[in-house]
């Protein structure tokens, strides 16, 4: 039987950021081997794609599928929306390299991120090990893995609030440089999460440094994305010219009402940092809502110690009287210096299942349907769900959102929760909303600029020099959708709804998504970073 597979007649799309042009496109063992007018190929499998656009498949630059990828074969949140690769390990919290200690410490602290799937086993303790893991089981998407720093700083350091003494400095720098060598495609920060968020700046350079050794990249969540982002940002250039280390901003977004309209300045200091020869990408959704823990409004002080440690401390009435205050009236750094409006703070997942009548509310609404103070409901849910809480958080803005996409170093990024009774839509639709909102409906971007952006400047950012484009010789990554109608269809309602449009996905040249029906493969592997 052949394993030829031709795709026929379609609007070849190919990450170039030319215009499209009609054509074949002949895909053999898993790689494209001719593309462009009609090709004879007499013992292919034909897939008729006149009226279709065939791209390279989607590079979702920040994703929580650490677990996922592992547990959920069909992963229809991602295959469905035409993402091919994903990058996890963001946020500076994720599940290797770690110690017996640390992985139970991570499991409870993220678990509203990620779930705590059934048969994942948890048995890896490496970065080597977890991708060996990922191959073993098989994937839907591939994977790319960022090392994370909060993780490598728990191992290391702990959770308490100090600065690293120069022998734990060389120790964390050691940890990021075997999980570089292990395949790592840069390293990851959460800056308003503990214990990332106790991490100073010479530390972070300090570890930027092997990134860049490697001809890795940084991928921070930094400090602040509402009352400090700006210099939060700065601070994350300055890192990078300091560590030599190429710099991509992860959800690069200006959030709270602080920061309406002021997407230009975040640009402006961009293209100065690019200009000063500072290698800068970004990424973002295409949501006005972030979503998030609803733990991670805490004030780090709250947050130290660990799990355990915060839980008692929320139930010391003096120690929340001091965090309401921080959390209501000051704002914490945990928030990003924004006093909480609890307006804007809506569950979207809990641990327990006896607490989801709260999804859906907003911690306001809850506390005027049980005539309560929001602090206190902040409270009793924190403490009731073990920190598993998940939420969205309304705080964005339209133009900054479209102000960022059009800039020629943005990618695409779903930040994505899998878990929980409603995560946000993003999850499920953020790359057919760029395609369906973004480009047909609005024209923020044409239809050939924003593959580039989701498609061939990703798959250039890690390095991956065989994928992103359409071209002969790449691997047969690829999405065949509708133009005409393609779009997301998840809801705050329905966040689970797949996309519309969509009909073929291949990954390394074997449909996961064929005729609009996931099918039962898995051809994803673990991508590793080329050794430089």
């Known amino acids: 039987m052949s394993d030829e597979l031709l795709l026929r007649g379609g609007l070849v799309v190919d990450g170039s950021g030319r215009e499209p042009v009609r054509g074949d496109v002949l895909v053999r063992s898993g790689r494209i081997a001719r593309v462009g007018g009609r090709v004879d190929a007499p013992g292919a499998r034909v897939v008729d794609a006149d009226g279709l656009a065939v791209a390279p498949g989607f590079v979702d630059m920040h994703a929580h599928s650490d677990l996922a990828v592992l547990a959920d074969g069909d992963h229809l949140a991602k295959v469905t929306q035409g993402v091919t690769t994903e990058v996890v390990g963001q946020d500076g919290l994720s599940y290797?390299?770690?110690?017996?200690?640390?992985?139970?410490?991570?499991?409870?602290?993220?678990?509203?991120?990620?779930?705590?799937?059934?048969?994942?086993?948890?048995?890896?303790?490496?970065?080597?090990?977890?991708?060996?893991?990922?191959?073993?089981?098989?994937?839907?998407?591939?994977?790319?893995?960022?090392?994370?720093?909060?993780?490598v700083r728990m191992n290391v350091v702990g959770t308490e609030d100090r600065r690293a003494t120069p022998a734990e400095?060389?120790?964390?720098?050691?940890?990021?440089?075997?999980?570089?060598?292990?395949?790592?495609?840069?390293?990851?920060?959460?800056?308003?999460?503990?214990?990332?968020?106790?991490?100073?700046?010479?530390?972070?350079?300090?570890?930027a440094e092997v990134v860049a050794r490697h001809g890795g990249f940084y991928a921070p969540h930094q400090r602040s994305y509402g009352a400090g982002a700006l210099a939060a940002y700065a601070e994350m250039v300055d890192v990078a010219r300091r560590a030599g280390?190429?710099?991509?901003?992860?959800?690069?977004?200006?959030?709270?009402?602080?920061?309406?309209?002021?997407?230009?300045?975040?640009?402006?200091?961009?293209?100065?940092?690019?200009?000063?020869?500072?290698?800068?990408?970004?990424?973002?959704?295409?949501?006005?809502?972030?979503?998030?823990?609803?733990?991670?409004?805490?004030?780090?002080?709250?947050?130290?110690?660990?799990?355990?440690?915060?839980?008692?401390?929320?139930r010391d009435p003096a120690e929340r009287a001091r965090i309401a205050h921080e959390v209501e009236v000051v704002g914490s750094d945990g928030?990003?210096?924004?006093?909480?409006?609890?307006?804007?703070?809506?569950?979207?997942?809990?641990?327990?299942?006896?607490?989801?009548?709260?999804?859906?509310?907003?911690?306001?609404?809850?506390?005027?349907?049980?005539?309560?103070?929001?602090?206190?409901?902040?409270?009793?849910?924190?403490?009731?769900?073990r920190l598993g809480?998940?939420?969205?958080?309304?705080?964005?803005?339209?133009?900054?959102?479209?102000?960022?996409?059009?800039?020629?170093?943005?990618?695409?990024?779903?930040?994505?929760?899998?878990?929980?009774?409603?995560?946000?839509?993003?999850?499920?639709?953020?790359?057919?909303?760029?395609?369906?909102?973004?480009?047909?409906?609005?024209?923020?971007l044409s239809l050939a600029e924003m593959v580039v952006h989701l498609a061939a400047r990703p798959a250039a950012r890690l390095g991956l020099r065989d994928r992103g484009r359409v071209a002969e010789g790449f691997v047969a990554d690829l999405v065949v959708f509708d133009p005409d109608r393609v779009a997301d269809r998840a809801t705050p309602d329905q966040p689970r709804r797949t996309a519309a449009g969509i009909p073929w996905v291949l990954v390394g040249g074997t449909p996961v998504v064929e005729d609009g029906v996931r099918t039962s493969d898995r051809p994803g592997r673990a991508l590793r970073r080329a050794r430089s």
Not at 139 to 147: C, D, E, F, G, M
Not at 276 to 285: E, H, R
Not at 287 to 307: E, H, V
């Open 169 to 207: 400095i060389a120790e964390m720098r050691a940890q990021v440089d075997q999980g570089m060598r292990d395949g790592a495609f840069g390293m990851s920060s959460g800056l308003t999460y503990v214990p990332g968020i106790f991490a100073d700046t010479d530390e972070l350079v300090a570890l």
């Open 335 to 385: 928030c990003h210096g924004v006093p909480v409006d609890w307006d804007t703070i809506e569950i979207a997942g809990v641990r327990d299942d006896a607490l989801g009548d709260r999804v859906g509310r907003t911690v306001a609404r809850i506390a005027r349907d049980e005539g309560r103070a929001p602090a206190e409901v902040f409270f009793e849910l924190l403490l009731a769900d």
């Open 96 to 151: 290797a390299p770690v110690t017996d200690t640390t992985m139970a410490t991570v499991r409870e602290q993220i678990a509203g991120w990620n779930g705590e799937p059934a048969g994942v086993g948890f048995a890896w303790r490496t970065v080597a090990e977890y991708l060996a893991e990922v191959d073993r089981r098989g994937s839907a998407t591939n994977v790319a893995y960022l090392v994370p720093q909060g993780t």
């Open 245 to 314: 280390c190429a710099l991509h901003l992860t959800h690069a977004t200006m959030n709270f009402p602080e920061n309406r309209g002021r997407a230009g300045e975040l640009l402006a200091l961009v293209d100065q940092a690019i200009a000063s020869g500072v290698d800068v990408t970004l990424d973002s959704y295409p949501y006005l809502p972030g979503s998030t823990t609803l733990s991670a409004l805490l004030p780090s002080r709250a947050a130290a110690g660990g799990p355990e440690r915060t839980l008692a401390r929320l």
């Open 389 to 444: 809480t998940s939420i969205l958080q309304h705080v964005g803005d339209e133009q900054n959102v479209r102000e960022i996409m059009r800039h020629r170093r943005h990618t695409g990024g779903s930040d994505g929760i899998l878990v929980g009774a409603k995560p946000h839509p993003r999850a499920a639709g953020t790359f057919p909303r760029y395609l369906g909102r973004y480009v047909r409906e609005e024209g923020v």
